[in-house]
Each structure stands twice: as structure tokens, then as C-alpha cells.
């Protein structure tokens, strides 16, 4: 059974609990302004986290191409992303494709990015403070902002972007 679409908002009323059997497309969910750890599915998913500090989980989401389509939004509140993703020699850049979007000054955010197999780039997203990387990426960029970036799993080389201070 295959589902196109799934909208999902959580409310404050009471605790959601949803199993579905099948796959889903794509997802399009959204926390509310406490803390919510929410997590996406095998397709394409765009998780709105809002306020509160949230736990935002995209899993290995892609389209038939094989372009990553995950997007995750945290909002205001101090976000923990984490993404997955298959080597597979693309350049990925969080903010844009493959994306956590985070506002200036909503929080101090991290991202653990999961890899299996070898990327060659990975950007730093606007407005992440931390960046924890599990697996070979070649090359990492830093931005403008002061970031904290850790790296495990391979020869890797940090680019950090930026006029020194």
C-alpha cells in the first residue's frame, strides 16, 4: 500500500501516537511550541518543528532521481537535527537541498549528520552552531558564524569560510 501524502500537525490537547503500514511519499509534519522529537519517513518529508526545543529526525529521504529532498525546519528553541544519508559523491549543502533551515538568533542548534559510504562536500547550514559528522565526508565548510564542527570516521578536511576575528 502505497500512501502519496501524510499531513500531520501535534496539538497540545493530547499525545499523538501514529502507526502507519506502508509506505509514504512524502510527510509534511508539524510540532507545536514545546519541546517535540519528531521524526520523518523512508520518502520526501518537511518537519516543522515551530518553538520549543526540538528533535528533528529526517531519515534517508529521496526522490526516484535520487536527489535528497528532506527539509527540516526547527523554529525558535535550541533544535537537534538528524540526517542520514547514503555516499554518493553528491555535495550537500543543509539550507538548501537536503536542508535544515534555521533562523538567525532562534537557538543554539546542532546537527548530527549520519553518512554510509563517502561525500565529497558538506556546507554547514546558516545559523547551526554545532555540526557533528559520523562518517567519511572529504571536505567540511564551516560559514561565517562561530561553529563547532566535530568529524569521526575518515580522513576529512575542515574549510572554514569566513574573515578571522
Not at 526522490?63 to 537537534?80: A, C, K, N
Not at 554545532?130 to 571536505?139: H, K, Q, R, S, T
Request: contains cysteine; hydrophobic residues 40%; aromatic residues 8%.
Amino acid at each position: 500500500m502505497l500512501l502519496p501524502q501524510l499531513f500531520m500537525r501535534i496539538g497540545r490537547r493530547a499525545p499523538l501516537c501514529l502507526f502507519i503500514l506502508g509506505e509514504i511519499e512524502m510527510a509534511v509534519i508539524y510540532g507545536d511550541d514545546l519541546a517535540n522529537d519528531l521524526s520523518g519517513t523512508a520518502g520526501a518529508d518537511t518537519i516543522y518543528g515551530l518553538g520549543g526545543d526540538d528533535t528533528l529526525t529526517g531519515d534517508t529521504g529521496s526522490t526516484s532521481l535520487g536527489e535528497v529532498s528532506d527539509r527540516l525546519y526547527g523554529g525558535v528553541g535550541d533544535d537537534v537535527y538528524n540526517l542520514y544519508r547514503a555516499g554518493d559523491g553528491k555535495i550537500y549543502t543543509l539550507g538548501v537541498a537536503s536542508s535544515v533551515v534555521e533562523g538567525v538568533d532562534q537557538g543554539f542548534d546542532i546537527v548530527n549528520f549520519h553518512t554510509v559510504g563517502a561525500l565529497t562536500n558538506y556546507h554547514v547550514a546558516p545559523n547551526v552552531e554545532v555540526l557533528n559528522i559520523y562518517g567519511n565526508v572529504g571536505i567540511i565548510w564551516g560559514d561565517d558564524a562561530d561553529n563547532i564542527i566535530t568529524v569521526s570516521g575518515g580522513s576529512d578536511f575542515v574549510a572554514l569560510v569566513g574573515s578571522p576575528s
